[in-house]
């Protein structure tokens, strides 16, 4: 069997994030957060300053380490949890903004990076990504956190 290499539409793509699996979902984030860097930065310079951001945060630090990442799947689960209501009360700009600073404080070695299970739909989504600009990675960004 050949496997052929169609590249995704966007809308394929955001469709393709939100069927993987909670574990894949944040490896996909991580990976676009780590390769926007500091690009982001200058996108929403003000929701990074966001008080409501930095008490999400603040309060996701207080918990163990496994309990953030549970934490994390429950977010991009949308669980019916005291942290995903808090995080529903931001704004997008505040949500691409939490991605941004839960990133930067926790270390890729705690997130659930290496049990995405990278079949052929999440290697076109990883490959159709890589292939983005600046802007459709906002894009995209903006419609998967929301």
């Known amino acids: 069997m050949t496997a052929v ?12 994030f939100e069927a993987a699996d909670a574990d894949c979902q944040i490896a996909i984030l991580w ?3 780590d390769t926007l860097g500091q690009a982001f930065a200058t996108i929403a310079p003000v929701a990074l300053f966001s008080q409501a951001v930095q008490q999400l945060i603040n309060q996701m630090q207080q918990v163990d ?7 994390l ?3 991009v689960a949308r669980a019916d ?3 995903v ?9 505040m949500k691409l903004a939490f ?3 839960l990133f930067a404080f926790v270390p890729a070695s705690r997130l659930p990076l290496s049990t995405c299970q990278q079949g052929p ?3 076109a989504l990883l490959n159709r990504l890589d292939a983005m600009g600046l802007n459709e990675r906002l894009h995209f960004l903006r419609q998967v956190v929301d």
């Open 31 to 33: 990976q676009i957060y």
């Open 5 to 16: 290499n169609i590249p995704l539409q966007f809308e394929q793509a955001v469709q393709a």
């Open 65 to 71: 380490r496994q309990d953030q990442v549970s934490i």
């Open 99 to 101: 991605w941004h600073r």
């Open 85 to 93: 209501h808090a995080y529903e009360l931001l704004n997008i700009n």
């Open 121 to 123: 739909t999440t290697q």
């Open 73 to 75: 799947r429950d977010i």
């Open 81 to 83: 949890t005291r942290f």
